[in-house]
Each structure stands twice: as structure tokens, then as C-alpha cells.
């Protein structure tokens, strides 16, 4: 298995607004991209569950033609209000980091 952070050639995140984070996930090459799509691990209801939201709640959308996938889904707390410790969302892709994927 191999962990996502060593595979791709991104795992990013960012604010959509105050309310929602945007993640990506990006890799170099066609190749290499449609090997992990085949094995069906990054889906939404993955990202729901490493986020503890709803799948229902997550906006996800493969981009092929860029080797991506990207997922927008609700913040806990929304940026800049009391308790955020994220304003600009910039860190929220670190669960994505140590997804395994069977290649």
C-alpha cells in the first residue's frame, strides 16, 4: 500500500468562503491517476468520514483532464470565529496525507 503523501503530487486545502473548505488532491501524471482511481479508494464518502460529515454534505467532483479530485465540504467552525485555529482553511488537508491506497 502506499500512503497518499508519497504518491501525489499535491494534497491541498483552502477556504470556499467563511463557511466551507475546499480540498485537493493532485498528481503528476494520467497514469499514475487512473491506477488510484481504479481502486476506488478517494471518494466522498471517504472524505466524509475523515471529516465527520455527512456524505451527503460533501461536494466532490473528479477532474480528469488535471489528474484531480477535489471535495468541498462544511467547516466545524467557520473562519475567524471563536475557536478556529485554521483562518485561511490552509490546513485542513492533513487527513488526506495518510490515505492508503492499494497500488
Known sequence: MAKL????KAC???NAGPFEVT?????????LFERVRATGVINAGLIA???GVEPSDVLFTEYAPA????????RRI????VG????????????????EVPI
Do not use: C
Not at 67 to 74: D, E, N, Q, R, V
Not at 84 to 99: R, S
Open 23 to 31: 480540498l485537493d488532491i493532485m498528481f503528476d501524471n494520467r497514469e
Open 49 to 51: 468520514g475523515l471529516y
Open 12 to 14: 491541498k486545502s483552502k
Open 84 to 99: 478556529d485555529t485554521d483562518v485561511y482553511g490552509a490546513q485542513q488537508h492533513a487527513p488526506l496525507l495518510d490515505i
Open 67 to 74: 489528474f484531480a479530485w477535489k471535495a468541498t465540504l462544511p
Open 78 to 81: 467557520p473562519s475567524g470565529a
Open 5 to 8: 503523501k508519497d504518491i501525489a
